[in-house]
């Protein structure tokens, strides 16, 4: 089975443009998480989308847009790129929700932006 | 504010020490993850943990609730274990939401 997939796996682009970043769970999960990784910094929450619909929002600017498709594939979409958006986009993707659900990473996609 | 705090930050050990990595947070929780990241970024999922003692080849996370407190020990130490290990945990239940810790930075020698 594959694992959750991201694309790209990297990526550049100018300050002022947009970026759409896509994500695939593992087959047979229905939540996926967004997390951006500042180098040297631990990840931190985006967005999270189950069932297609937001369940949760990090304190990310308007710019930060996410949605969950019906085969809970997911998109990140940032738009008036800034340089401090340069990061390592992850994805999790989880069975469902709640205490016990387990999150499986993907690879991540890394955006620089110049 | 809730915090996550690993330490140590950064850790070398030769070929076949023991480890152990410490992360204490700050209020109730519902899940702790430890989870592992090697450079070029993918992270890979250790253990998930609410309560108790889980053990995985030469890995054993364990969890002291009352304490606030979790500790990811490595046996026999090899090179390959060279990576970021991370702390991450989900304070509600209601939520899938991760908190992380700014990750130790571990080197083993040969």
């Known amino acids: 089975d594959a694992g959750v997939t991201q694309s790209p796996t990297h990526l550049i682009k100018t300050r002022g443009q947009h970026v759409t970043l896509r994500c695939s769970p593992i087959?047979?999960?229905?939540?996926v998480s967004w997390y951006q990784q500042v180098l040297g910094q631990g990840p931190q929450f985006i967005f999270q989308?189950?069932?297609?619909?937001e369940r949760g929002r990090g304190n990310f600017p308007d710019r930060f847009s996410a949605r969950q498709f019906p085969n809970y594939s997911s998109e990140l979409n940032v738009n008036a790129l800034l340089l401090g958006d340069s990061a390592l986009y992850l994805c999790a993707s989880s069975w469902g929700t709640g205490m016990n659900t387990e999150a499986f990473f993907g690879q991540g996609t890394r955006l620089t932006v110049v | 504010k809730n915090e996550v705090e690993q330490s140590p930050q950064n850790l070398t050990a030769q070929e076949g020490e023991f480890i152990t990595i410490n992360c204490s947070y700050s209020?109730?929780?519902?899940?702790l993850h430890w989870l592992q990241q090697h450079p070029g970024g993918g992270i890979v999922s250790l253990f998930m943990l609410s309560s108790g003692k889980k053990k995985h080849g030469r890995l054993i996370a364990t969890i002291n609730i009352q304490e606030k407190h979790s500790s990811l020990h490595i046996t026999a130490s090899h090179p390959r274990d060279s990576a970021v290990y991370i702390c991450?945990?989900?304070?509600?239940?209601?939520?899938?939401?991760?908190?992380f810790g700014t990750g130790t930075r571990l080197q083993v020698f040969p």
């Open positions: 989308y189950y069932e297609k619909e």
């Open positions: 991450a945990v989900r304070f509600g239940r209601s939520t899938d939401k991760l908190i």
């Open positions: 209020v109730g929780i519902s899940a």
């Open positions: 087959s047979g999960h229905k939540s």
